[in-house]
């Protein structure tokens, strides 16, 4: 009798607790913006997932940094983050910049061919077949001696690329990659950079030194509690000042006015606007602005690129196969399971935005040829509509779609395409 008691008690508080606990509605409709998308591409859009670009929001992005990167600065792009020919020429165009930055040996020949007159950086150092299949490969009027700096680590690579540069009877210019914080490799001490300087100062006909990379995204992820932003950044500046001032007194014959000293990437480039070191700031994802850059130095910029996709069947309560009864508990449980979605496509690098309260299911699992998604009864969706989601990071995830759909105010005005893998 008292142990039946105790049970009636515990199961009265687990209940108390579960309702406590319970999940609110975040259910709601598509807000005027997103609203006025699902109108355009139930009327034009291609009936199956597409990426989304917003020529408008871009444009506010490009005054942003176009407002930061003053000369004597200049902005480079950052083609793997917005990898497509017209939108890198379209960014090129609107910021008066022919400087990009290239990460990948396929997308560097074809930025080469298409954007003939670009000045290009590698962003990271390539094996040494790389380096050479990309000659191989190149076609037209790009001349790498004078518009291609290649990235360059250690005095390993130096070597390895110099042997190339004779082969092929080339003149390389060289980049040279230093740690300014990162530890993400490069170079790390004074006197692996006196290795490498000494063996440009050596081979004057075939290696050309172009200035220094050194990358800074470590000053803005490491959290407030463990260090100070400002004390991070002051030990960036002050390790690139140290290879610099190495460089300029050592090798006096290697310094030319105007060498790229490239730093900076989309969460710090604003962090530069009082530096008077560095000549070259580097960015791409900022200008879309992907969920990973929602960060505080990022507040200006505005989401501008985003995946849509029909909703093919659009049901009630979640039902999980041959669970009825944790799927009824769930679903008395959680406001947010009361309808269920299954859209064209899914398990992508990406956040469902718009209508607002959408969730993937953990439970029934990712999919990438119908996810589920559930939403609460609040959520006004239905077949054809669609659903939008901002990517998390652009680069990846903007090569999985075919051509992306550029939209301007509330109409389709072109169609990008993406780099060839
Ligand atoms: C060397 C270097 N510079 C700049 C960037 C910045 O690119 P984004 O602005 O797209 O983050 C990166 C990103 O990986 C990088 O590796």
Redo the contacts with the bound molecule.
Sequence with gaps: MKLGVLAVVALGIAAVAALALRPRDDGGGYDPYFRALNDLLKREGPARPVLILDLDRLDRNLDVVRRSIRPPKHFRV?A???PSIPLLRYVCERTGTKRV?S?HQPFLNQVAEQLADSDILL??PLPVRSAAAFYAALRGNFDPSRQLQWLVDTPERLDEYLALAERLQQKMLINVEIDVGLHRGGVADTSTLDRLLAVIAAHPDRLELAGF?G?D?HVVKVPGWARRRASLIAEVRAAYRGYVEFARARYPQLWRDGMTL??????T?RLYEDDTLLNDL?????LVKPTD?DIDTLEAHVPALFIATPVLKAGAATQLPGLDWLSRLLDWWNPNLARTFFVYGGYWMARPVAPAGLHTNPLFGRSSNQEMLNGSARVALGVDDYVFLRPTQ??AVMLQFGDILVVRGDAVVDHWAVLTQ
């Design positions: 950052v793997k983050s917005l930055m990460f962003g990271k990379m990358y995204p490239n730093g900076a990437g989309s969460p480039y580097a960015l791409g994802s900022a850059f652009s680069e």
